[in-house]
């Protein structure tokens, strides 16, 4: 019973491809993250949509776009993709109001030859 | 702006060593305090973290941190090191108000020699 998960685990594309990638949170969370972690481990959050609704949006390009259908789906969408998109992409979830600790997916890595 | 620093990017121990990770913060306020720690491949699991009260916190796997408010800092400790502890540590803190957004560290990798 996987609690974030995240599909495709792996991903391989071409520069100027659009690719998305999906995430389900099975723990009744209402608030959800995507973050960025790139080739020097650094993890920069990207994303937050909190029941369904937009709360924190970092300086992202406009070509990555965020849709939350329901509280338990975060997606992301990525067009136009670029050499720098290669990274690992982390769903995470949190309950809103308590303790602040955020779950984590096993992470997406996108390849962009 | 808040910022989270872990000056160690690579550490090495061997196997049944203690071990120390620093963590030093900058916020406005006292926040949130976590440990991550990432194994290869896989995605990051919480080992402990500080909201308030005693500043000793035990966390899973034998680790505890020390929050201590006048160095703005959250070292994590582990009194004896197992091989399987060989990953990668992340330190974040949050504030609810922010958005509920965690800031991570920069991370410190551990290595475990036998």
């Known amino acids: 019973d996987t609690a974030v998960s995240q599909t495709p685990k792996y991903l391989v594309t071409q520069m100027g491809n659009d690719k998305s990638i999906k995430c389900e949170q099975n723990l009744g969370h209402d608030t959800m993250y995507w973050y960025k972690q790139d080739s020097k481990k650094f993890l920069k959050i990207m994303f937050s949509?909190?029941?369904?609704?937009?709360?924190i949006n970092e300086t992202v390009p406009n070509r990555f776009s965020p849709k939350s259908p329901d509280k338990a789906h975060l997606n992301l969408h990525i067009n136009s993709l670029e050499l720098g998109d290669s990274a690992v992409y982390f769903c995470a979830s949190r309950r809103s109001g308590q303790s602040g600790e955020l779950f984590f997916g096993e992470g997406s890595r996108l390849t962009v030859l | 702006a808040q910022s989270v620093t872990q000056p160690d990017i690579h550490i090495t121990v061997s196997e049944g060593a203690s071990l120390e990770l620093r963590c030093n913060y900058s916020?406005?306020?006292?926040?949130?305090l976590f440990w991550y720690v990432q194994s290869p491949g896989q995605g990051l699991q919480l080992l402990l973290k500080?909201?308030?009260?005693?500043?000793l916190v035990q966390g899973i796997k034998g680790f505890e941190a020390e929050f201590k408010r006048s160095q703005s800092s959250f070292n994590l400790r582990k009194p004896s090191v197992h091989w399987s502890d060989a990953a990668e540590y992340f330190c974040a803190v949050g504030l609810l108000a922010a958005g509920n957004k965690l800031t991570f560290g920069g991370g410190t990798r551990v290595l475990v020699k036998p």
């Open positions: 500080y909201f308030s009260g005693d500043t």
């Open positions: 949509y909190n029941n369904k609704e937009l709360i």
């Open positions: 916020y406005g306020a006292t926040p949130y």
